[in-house]
């Protein structure tokens, strides 16, 4: 390009000259001579015309040199003095001259007002790219609030182009700003004065339901006279600073809220309310997620203007997709139900819940879904990431502060239940010395009395009646404790066979009947005609109704009446224990099945018992896959207990009390060596003297040792062995008599505290025939010896727990 102008100067330079030498040669040559004017006119006009400043002078230059020449080459013309030549040509050169500066001069000019031109017009292109990309609202108004120029940022903020704006009016283009604007426009027009950082609310333009905020600022703008021209406004759209600020405070809230919280379904509510609001939607609630059962639960939900949701719904309705996101803890975002993939195909159910869009954020633990925040619309809507992100912190928060809240509560309810069990345990103690000492003073006070000299024995029995009706209690206090302690350490096994409940019923009866006359009370037994059959252990079926019967009989004051009742529904037997007793208060119904809860203490402290009846009746009925409940209208107006049991299909039984008619064993009279083992003497002698007076011969060892060693000296008919004996205990002793030819016979009793079936296979494993609990009765001893036949050993396996 450069080289373009370098030849083309160069030839600018060579034909100007030639030109003005051509002309001038060719008006030398005429005969008018005509030369000096025509050259005159030739260099003005180039000297005019050529545009360079290099050239005009080259044009000069050259005209002036041919016209000195001229003055010396041309004739004088006759009669014309020589001054006037000199005159013409100094003129002619002069006024060359004249023009070639003046065209210098106006080139100058014309270059520097390009210059100048240029310069403002890359200026104003500058401001123009910096006013439609600058990152505030910026406009003009002029007087009649007219919009004169408005940048991008600002149109767009008022979801328009500018081009929309220009010409109009500020209530013609912004109607529902105009109120507010136009009076801070006219504040400025009349007073002249800026108006600096003004706060003005309007409507977002794509969300109607939403408001924007911006903050303007209004610039008198003046023209060089000082006359004002119009207003200049710069806008800063500051709605996300106030979005910010509302979510944070909304988040400190939230967290007093969580601070303050002591019910965790009362946070639950107060959350969903509080972002509903906040959010200004049309659902929001949290849901409980059951994935064992595919469904959720919506306990309470915030609907201020829709029906509410509450009730229990199927998983499966709210779309695979959601449900399998929620699952795998990813939030879920929908803005159009109508349009998205994943809600399409489950539209009916989305519209019969009013949900358009929605965000379901989920809540797990260890690892399985149980609870989901969801916040929706009932109309497509675009959730921000400002709304998603708020709603994650929302749910994230409120759920550790639930999980927290659930674990206090469990902590407290636990704490309260230790210590509630501790509370009982030592009212328990409390009882249980207190039962403990009553009838070893009454035992104590018999015998102090038989040792006292000169007492009357108008009755000798009178003492034995008294220590044999305690030590009977005693032995039902340690029989119900063993029962609570196996049932409570699952080691209790039923031994369950088909039973007539009418026997069960005949047993229990029979066994509260002295209880029952003793207090005066009227017994009702209703029964039906017909045979009710159970699945049940005989032993422990009848411990149950037995302590029904005893509770309603220490428990209603003489006299009283109590009913029992059985009757048949279906395939299940109802058994009904009322009475006309004390009653039982409505506040500790719940809890009369608890172990050692005791209702009314001062009433128990005169009938005895430590509060474990009725835990096990409960225990037991449920190990027969039944259930019991009480019921019972206020404290002195009688309680209804009530067992329900599944009945087996009728059939008729054969009566097992005529098996063994013939098959049993007259009592024996004759005498038999004993040999009795125990570590405790007083236990060991007193058997011993009882056996004695019965005529048998008896010999006592102290330990399991010395009971080998005995046995192997005697060969005893039968040996009665404890099993807790220092050095050999009862099981090795037992297996070294089996062992021996002279053992094989002997017929050998356990006697020992533990009743449990585990002891009972163990002692059997060990050789033992019979199994005898602690207090064992002597009767009881009796029976077996007097069944012994006079050679050989009793068939085995009929154990005892008395």
Known sequence: MSSRFDLRAGLIWLLVPLVLVGIFLADMSTPAGLALPVCYVAGLLLVVALPGSGEKILAAVTCSTLMILNYFLSPAIPGVPGWVYVLNYSLAVLMIWTVTILGLRHRQVQEVMRDNERIANDRLAQLKTIYASAPVGLCFVDRDLRYVSINDALAEMNGRSPDYFLGKTVREAVPEMADTTEAHYRRVIDTGYPVIDEEVQGVAP???????????????????????????????????????????????????????????????????????????????????????????????????????????????????????????????????????????????????????AFVATPMLRDGKLVSALIVATNERNE???????????VAERTWLAVEKLRLDNAL?????????????????LATLAHELRNPLSLVRNV????????????????????????????????????DVSRITREKLVLQKEALNLADVIGAAVESSRPLIDQRRHELTVTMSQDSVYVEADRVRLTQVFMNLLNNAAKYTPSPGH?????????????????????????????????LFYQIDRSFTRTEGGLGLGLTLVHRLVEMHNGKVEVRSDGVNRGSEIIVHLSALPYRPLEDRAQADNGSGHAPGNRCRRI???????????????????????????????????????IRPDVAVLDLAM????????????????????????ALSGWGHHLD?????????????TKPAKYETLMELLDQLPAEGRLESGRSQEL
């Open 726 to 749: 220092p050095k050999l205990n009862g099981y090795d002793a037992a297996r070294m008599i089996r062992e021996q030819p002279w053992g094989r016979q002997i017929f050998l009793i």
């Open 206 to 356: 794509n969300r109607p339901k939403e408001r924007c905020y911006s903050l303007c600022s209004y610039y008198p703008v003046h023209n060089e006279s000082g006359e004002l021209l119009g207003v200049n406004v710069a806008v800063l759209d500051i709605t996300r600073r106030k979005e910010l600020e509302a979510d944070t405070l909304f988040l400190l809230d939230l967290g007093e809220c969580i601070r303050f919280a002591a019910n965790a379904d009362e946070l639950l509510w107060a959350v969903a309310v509080a972002l509903g609001e906040h959010l200004k939607v049309s659902r929001c609630g949290f849901i409980e997620v059951d994935a064992a059962q595919d469904r959720f639960t919506v306990q309470r939900d915030y609907h201020p203007h829709v029906p509410s949701l509450v009730g229990s719904y199927p998983l499966i309705t709210l779309s695979p997709s959601v449900v399998s996101a929620a699952k795998s803890g990813q939030t879920t975002v929908i803005a159009d139900v109508d349009g998205d993939e994943r809600t399409v195909q489950y539209l009916k159910t989305y519209r019969q819940f009013g949900v358009s």
């Open 412 to 428: 407290r309810e636990s704490d309260a239940a230790l210590r509630d069990a501790d509370r009982r345990k030592d009212e328990f």
């Open 447 to 482: 015998i102090t009395l038989h040792r006292t000299p000169g007492t009357p024995e108008s009755d000798p029995r009178w003492g034995q009646d008294i220590i044999d009706r305690q030590v009977s209690y005693l032995t039902r206090l340690t029989d119900d404790l063993f």
């Open 383 to 393: 959730w921000t990431e400002r709304e998603i992100g708020l709603i994650n912190v």
């Open 760 to 772: 009972r296979q163990r002692t059997k494993e060990a050789g033992f025939d019979e199994h005898l």
């Open 675 to 713: 040999l009795v083992a125990d570590d405790f003497p007083q236990s060991a002698e007193i058997l011993a003297k009882l056996l004695r007076q019965d005529g048998n011969e008896v010999h006592i060892a102290q330990n399991g040792i010395e009971a080998v060693e005995v046995a192997a000296q």
């Open 562 to 594: 109590i009913w029992l009742n059985v009757e048949q529904a279906g395939d299940m037997v109802v058994v009904r224990v009322k009475d006309t007793g004390i009653g039982i208060a409505p506040e500790n119904l719940p809890h009369v099945f608890e």
